[in-house]
Structure formats: C-alpha cells, structure tokens
C-alpha cells in the first residue's frame, strides 16, 4: 500500500471514528471468507461496519477520538467495528457471531471513551433494545395514572354501594 492510499484510509477512518455510537475490536485470527461476510451481512443490519485495518493504521486513526481509549487492545490480528446506530444491538450481533464462529474472539469495546472488556461486551448485549425499553418506560407512566382511576373509581363505587344499603334499609323501615 502506498503512502497515500495508507493516508487516504487513516482520514476515512478518522472521519467514520468521529461520528459513530461506539466502537469494538475482534480477533479474526481463524475464520473463513465465508464466515467474514456473514458477520459484515449481519453488522450491516444494525448500521455498523466491519473493517480490517493494520494496528498502526488504527492507532493514527484513532487519535484524537474516543476510540483512542482503545489504545492497548490494538494487538495482533484485529478487525475494527464501528457501530453507527444502536451499539446494544451490534454488541448482541457480534456475541451471536462469536457464539456461531469460535474463531472469533471480542477484545474490547468503547462507547462514549469508556472502555469495557470482553464481559462487558456480554453484558451490553444482555440490554434489551431502544425500543423495547422506550415501551416498557412507556407503559410504566402509563400505568400510574390508570392505577389513580381505579382508586378513585373505587371510592365511588363503594360510596354509591352505601347509598343503595341505606335506601334498602329505609325502604324496609317503611
């Protein structure tokens, strides 16, 4: 590769580096093109991408970015995941993939500069989705009103319950 290609890839990295959600990095040492583009397929179902990149390259790369922080795990045969959506659901794609794929082994990943291990990976994608929680904070506010309601329809209820007893007791009385 030339100086200017390698410099070229450096800046596109950089710019990708800057706008994303997160990114991780995965040992690829092992699997198969077929393999590879399965992982790429399923990456770029949740907006993220899969590229490999020298460690050198990357660490230029990373420079001045929050996946600066990743510094130290940028050893070896390593393939960079820049997720650009929702990074809980590239974590969960990359956990299947490497659940599928034994070659494939997660070495760290960012979000925000805070770095997180291999467990931390794992944890991440134990989160349920956006989605899933925004319906779930959805229909707790929900509920407390509802609930509200209930109760004081209850009390109501109850009172008008009294009311009919004694109109039932004084029209026996009578």
């Known amino acids: 590769m030339k100086k200017e290609e390698k410099e070229a890839l450096v800046n596109e990295v950089k710019e990708r580096l800057k706008q994303n959600q997160g990114t991780f990095l995965v040992d690829y040492k092992g699997l ?9 397929r399923e990456l770029r179902r949740t907006n993220s991408d899969f590229q490999v990149i020298k460690n050198t390259l990357l660490r230029i790369a990373s420079e001045g970015t929050a996946s600066e922080a990743l510094k130290d795990h940028m050893k070896g045969p390593t393939a960079l995941v820049i997720a650009r959506g929702d990074v809980i659901e590239s974590a969960k794609v990359l956990v299947a993939m490497a ?3 034994q070659e494939l082994k997660l070495k760290a990943g960012q979000i925000s500069g805070k770095v997180m291990d291999e467990a931390g990976i794992r944890k991440l994608s134990t989160i349920p989705s956006r989605e899933v929680l925004l319906s779930q904070a959805l ?3 929900k509920a407390v009103p509802g609930s509200f309601v209930r109760v004081l329809a209850g009390v109501m209820v109850k009172f ?10 004084k029209a026996e009385a009578n």
């Open 32 to 40: 198969t093109v077929a393999s590879l583009s399965k992982i790429r």
């Open 139 to 141: 229909g707790t506010l």
């Open 160 to 169: 008008l319950n009294v009311l009919k007893a004694i109109e039932a007791q």
């Open 99 to 101: 659940k599928e794929f």
